[in-house]
C-alpha cells in the first residue's frame, strides 16, 4: 500500500513489535516517528530506515507522563507535522501473582498499558477531528478477552484500554467517519517482551511480529467508507484464545 504524504507516529517503536510495525509504515511510504524511552534505540532503528531509504525520526518519550504527551504534540503543531496515523504500542507487563505485586508495579502497569494510549488518543483524535481524519490503531492482547494467572495488572490494562478503544469507535462513527479507530488483538509473538520474561519459552508456538505489521497495514488499507474495528491475530496454537 502507498502511505506517501502520512505521518505515523508509534510509540514503543523501537524494538519487538513497535519496530516491525515502524518499519511496515515506513517502507509503506510514511513518515514515520519512533516513540520510545529506549532513546538510543529508537535513534538506531531510525537510521536504519534512513539507510534503507525511509523517513523516520526518533522521539524520546515516555508515555506515562501526560504532561510530556501532550509537549510532543506541542512541538509537532508548531512544525506543522499533523499525526495522521497513531500506533500505541508500548506495554509493560510483571508476571507475578497479585499477592506478591507491589503498589508500584500495578501502577506502572497499568498506567504504561491503559492510560498513556489514553493520552495520545485525546491528543491525537482532537487534532484528528478538526483535520477531517486520520487513524488510530490500538494494541490490545488476548488478555483483553482471557486472562490468565500472574497476569492482573497486565488483563487489567488491557481489557480496560479495549472498552476504550470500542467507545472511541462508536466517537469517531459520530465526529467524523473519517476517522478509523482499531483493536489489534494480537497473541505470543517472538519479542522481547516475551523472550525477557520468559527465555524458555518454546519460540515455535510464537508468532513473528511481523506478521501481526502486516495486520495493521491491511487495517490501514480499507476505503474511507469503511473501517475495521478490531482483528484478531494469534500463533496457531495460541492457548489464551478464545
Known sequence: MNLQGKRALVTGGARGLGASISTSLARAGASVLVADVRAEQAQAHCRRLKDEGCEAESIELDVRDAAAVAAAYRALDQADQGVDILVNNAA??????IEHLSAEE???VVTTNLLGPMYLCLESYRRMIRRGGGHIINILSTASNRTWTEAGAYAAGKS??????????????RDCPAI?????????????????RFPDADTSKLQSPDIVADTLLYALSVPVGSVVPELVVVPRSESSWP
Do not use: N, Y
Open 180 to 196: 478509523g479507530v482499531t483493536g489489534i488483538i494480537a497473541g505470543g509473538m517472538e519479542t522481547p517482551f516475551v523472550l525477557e
Open 92 to 97: 509493560v507487563d510483571v508476571s507475578k501473582p
Open 106 to 108: 500495578v501502577t506502572r
Open 160 to 173: 480496560g484500554l479495549r472498552a476504550f478503544t470500542h467507545t472511541l469507535f462508536k466517537e469517531a462513527q
